[in-house]
Structure formats: C-alpha cells, structure tokens
C-alpha cells in the first residue's frame, strides 16, 4: 500500500490556491493549507482544522517561526510544496502601480509575500522534501517576464525574482532528487484580478480567460511521476496570450 503523500500550499483560501487543494485532496493527497486567517467553521477547503497552519507571509519572523510547527505536522517528510500566494497591489483608479508611485513599504511587503516567504519554506524544509524526494511548484506569472498592463511594479519584479529562484533551486535541490518549477499564469479568473481583465479576453487567442482548476491540473502534473524528469523550467498557463 502507498504512503499517502502531504502537500504544503500557501494561498489556500480562495483562487487558485482552492482549487490547487480540491485537485489534490480528490487525488487522496493530505494536504496543509497556509493562510492570513483561522480555519474557517464553515471552511471551503478540505483537509480540515489539523492540517491548517495559520501564518502571515508578509511577516518574516512569522514564517520562520511556524516552519518548527510545520516541520512537526510533516513527520519527516514533504512530497510537494507549492508556493501560491501573491498579492499585487493595484494602481490608482485599480489600474498598474507603477514605478514611481509604489513606495518602498508596498515594495517590501509584496517581495515578502510573493518571494521571501518561498525562499525561507523551501530551504527550511530542504530535509523534508530530500525524504519524499518530493517536488516544489512555485506560482509566478506572466508579468515576470513582460510589462503588463495591470500588475504593478513591485509586483512583475517579485515573480521575476520567483522564477530565477526556480532556476537556482532546481540546480541546488537537484543533487538531493527535488524537483522545483515554476508555472507562469496568464489571466486567470480569481479575485486578484483588476477590473478590467474581462475586456484582455478579446486579445488572448483563445478569447477567454483561464479557470482556477486549469491551473491546479498543471500544478498537480508537476508535483506527479508524469513530470519525473521535468525540472527548472516555468510552464506558462496563458491561452496563448502573448504569442
Ligand atoms: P487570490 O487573490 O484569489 O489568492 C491569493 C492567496 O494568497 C489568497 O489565499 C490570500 O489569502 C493569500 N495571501 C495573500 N497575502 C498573504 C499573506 N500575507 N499571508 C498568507 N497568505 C496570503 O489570487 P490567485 O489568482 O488565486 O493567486 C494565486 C497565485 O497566482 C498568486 O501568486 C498570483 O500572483 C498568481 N497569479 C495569478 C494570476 C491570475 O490571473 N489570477 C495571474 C498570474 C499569477
């Protein structure tokens, strides 16, 4: 009989993240959600209260303290880690925040949330994921590579620091038989989206936007034997945008 194997995801919430956590608890995966808040009475996720971790990644003294609490509901050992949560912070009238206008406190707390806190998991549970000979998916996104219209500054630079992370660690974790990617999404339909999005789908070639278990089917391809020998790269989830 096959050890049931654990997944630990940060975002779980809401987006993309939900439904990371619905594709994985269908496969039978345990799966330990990190988010901002308590485990809801009334939660939309499974897994349930004993395997939630509350935890404010914008924090770094947060982060680190609760890798000890996770590393105890591990038990030695960690198949898959995914890296989802991200904030970006919007611009006036909600459009991109620029260069300019992001002030060094908004540049911070977005490289907290959307890279730090990927950093300090991943190497802090380094052991673990040698164990498992497990895999690392990090969420990063299209704006990482190209300037777009509605991300922000900080934000764009932070998921590209997220995907030249994923080169580094697919290099170091290697040796070990850890796996690390990335996948870029393009515009998926969550509430991260700025007002506005809708109207990009007449210019995505498939002329519709991504749905959020789109992109848990990448994410779960990525942490499964299907992609044994895939490392390294950034897989972008886009319909074709940008071609
Ligand atoms: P979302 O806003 O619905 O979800 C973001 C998640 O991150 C939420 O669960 C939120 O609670 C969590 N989070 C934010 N700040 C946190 C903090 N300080 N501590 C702990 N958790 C925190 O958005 P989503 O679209 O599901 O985003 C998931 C990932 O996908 C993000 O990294 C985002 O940058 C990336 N992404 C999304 C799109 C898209 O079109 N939706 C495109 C490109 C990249």
Redesign the pocket.
Known sequence: MTATRTLLL????????HATVRRFNAEGWRVIT???HPFPDECPWGGGAANHIQ????SPNDVIEKVEVIRGMLGGRLDALVN?????PKGPEGGRLNTFDTDLRTWGHVFH??FFASVVLARSLKDELAAAKGAVVN?????GARVHPFAGAA?ATS?AALAALTREMAHDFGPLGVRVNAI?????R????SAGTEELADTIPMRRLGE?GEVADTVYFLCTSPSAYISGTEIEINGAQHV
């Open positions: 940060t975002g779980a919430s809401r987006g993309i993240g990190c988010s901002r935890i404010d990644l914008a989802n949560a991200g904030i970006s949330v959307n969420v990063t996104s299209i704006a934000y998921k870029a999404p393009g515009e998926i969550t509430d991260i989206l959020p």
